[in-house]
């Protein structure tokens, strides 16, 4: 139990469905993100949420759309998707100014898109 | 930009000792983690340097030179369960997110 939520652990989704991913934290810290992990690829940081206010995007595609309604939720709204987004999705969480910034990740949500 | 480099494969002896190095590039560094992943499971923090020197944690152990853009993370008493994925990642001046590299995938053997 790392203290960040996510659900659902495993998503299978048609190219033109539409689906969220649901990230909740219960540590108290005001910054979350969503890291993309694919196989054999370093995790790449897709969005960063300070006080419920995007603070970073890293020219994820319009495919992907956070949400962000406080600080302890954050959605990642999936529509038509393609199979190469494929991956394991991680939400995490900090409190900038303790220990560097140390970020916990939730367990992901592992996304199949056929 | 940032540039992280770690070997991709290792494997060791239970009971041994083994060293994972990362080098780094960035500009504004501002910390050093290490993470360890086990397959199909999320990344647990291990460690974090922001000075040089080494950080003692139990049986694991986390180094950093700062003007060599240098870490490793050295592993003793080697267990079976050490067997996981180490993501090494740094953060720069006024990013919050962390910057990962590919990671180092550790087999320990019997």
């Known amino acids: 139990e790392t203290g960040v939520t996510q659900t659902p652990r495993h998503l299978v989704m048609g190219m033109t469905n539409k689906k969220s991913l649901k990230c909740e934290q219960h540590l108290g810290h005001n910054a979350m993100y969503w890291y993309k992990q694919s196989a054999k690829k370093p995790l790449e940081l897709m969005f960063v949420y300070s006080l419920e206010e995007r603070v970073e995007n890293n020219s994820v595609p319009s495919r992907f759309s956070p949400e962000c309604p406080n600080s302890s939720h954050l959605f990642l709204h999936l529509h038509t998707l393609q199979p190469e987004d494929s991956a394991l999705y991680l939400c995490a969480s900090s409190q900038p100014g303790t220990s560097g910034n140390t970020i916990y990740f939730g367990e992901g949500s592992w996304l199949t898109v056929v | 930009g940032q540039n992280i480099d770690q070997p991709t494969e290792m494997t060791a002896t239970e009971g041994a000792i083994v060293q994972i190095n990362c080098t780094y590039q960035?500009?504004?560094?501002?910390?050093l983690f290490w993470y360890q992943q086990h397959a199909g499971e999320a990344p647990t923090f291990l460690s974090y340097n922001v000075l040089d020197g080494l950080e003692e944690k139990g049986r694991f152990s986390s180094f950093l030179s700062r003007s060599k853009g240098y870490s490793y993370l050295l592993l003793k008493e080697l267990q079976m369960k050490d067997s996981a994925s180490y993501l090494c990642?740094?953060?720069?001046?006024?990013?919050?997110?962390?910057?990962f590299g590919s990671g180092t995938r550790l087999q320990v053997q019997p």
């Open positions: 990642a740094v953060t720069s001046t006024g990013r919050r997110a962390l910057t």
């Open positions: 960035t500009s504004g560094f501002n910390g």
